[in-house]
């Protein structure tokens, strides 16, 4: 069974920089896509970004060059860091696996608050 | 404001039919197949229909979906108590170079 799993800070001041780990257990990252997307509280799902296995990305342009992605395929681990945070940047984080046409399997979610 | 179009809330009695609407455009839905996703207040989203109209491994068929044009359908027949969630549609989007998601659409069974 396929399970993916966030960690990280769940508080984090403004200007700061986010960042949070999926471990990936079940399955390989090998050959496959892996995003990251978020809730903000009572609002819909916002699509952040993938990292293909091998390192290739590609970002939601609303994030403005603020987002950066990396995996480590022997730790079985993708992450995620969002830098200049704001307040709008509190939301419940979510990994998911990509099969390139659908999200499959999706993490618990972590709340990430932005507040000083 | 979300470039797809669901409506806010829909409801039904259990044992009827219900279905939701996704609004995008030609560079969405028109273009790509759709996704539907079922989230539980506090739970992460489950993927419920994908690729227009295929259902996952224990999803009852009781879930149909549907694509015409720029505009997607999700059916419930049948309606059960826990169907009571929120519902998304996700396509892809060529002018994003990503994925999309609508605005939710909140199922009560009355």
């Known amino acids: 069974q396929v399970q993916l799993q966030e960690s990280g800070p769940g508080l984090v001041k403004p200007s700061e920089t986010l960042s949070l780990t999926c471990t990936v257990s079940?399955?390989?990252?090998?050959?496959?896509?892996w995003s990251w997307i978020r809730q903000p509280p009572g609002k819909s799902l916002e699509w952040i970004g993938f990292?293909?296995?091998?390192?290739?990305?590609s970002y939601n342009p609303s994030l403005k060059g603020r987002v950066t992605m990396s995996v480590d395929t022997a730790k079985d681990q993708f992450s995620l860091s969002l830098t200049s945070v704001t307040a709008a940047d509190t939301a419940v984080y979510y990994c998911?696996?990509?099969?390139?046409?659908?999200?499959?399997?999706w993490g618990r979610g972590s709340l990430v608050t932005v507040s000083s | 404001q979300s470039a797809l179009t669901q409506p806010p809330s829909v409801s039904g009695t259990p044992g009827q039919r219900v279905t939701i609407s996704c609004s995008g455009s030609?560079?969405?839905?028109?273009?790509?197949?759709v996704n539907w996703y079922k989230q539980v207040p506090g739970t992460a989203p489950k993927l419920l229909i994908y690729?227009?109209?295929y259902r996952p491994s224990g999803v009852p068929d009781r879930f149909s979906g549907s694509k015409s044009g720029t505009s997607a359908s999700l059916a419930i027949s049948g309606l059960q108590p826990e169907d009571e969630a929120v519902y998304y549609c996700s396509p892809w989007d060529d002018n994003l170079n990503g994925w999309l998601f609508g605005g939710g659409t909140k199922l009560t069974v009355l």
């Open positions: 998911a696996r990509d099969l390139n046409w659908y999200f499959d399997v």
């Open positions: 990292i293909y296995y091998t390192g290739t990305t």
């Open positions: 079940g399955a390989s990252l090998t050959g496959l896509y």
């Open positions: 690729n227009n109209d």
């Open positions: 030609s560079s969405n839905i028109g273009s790509n197949s």
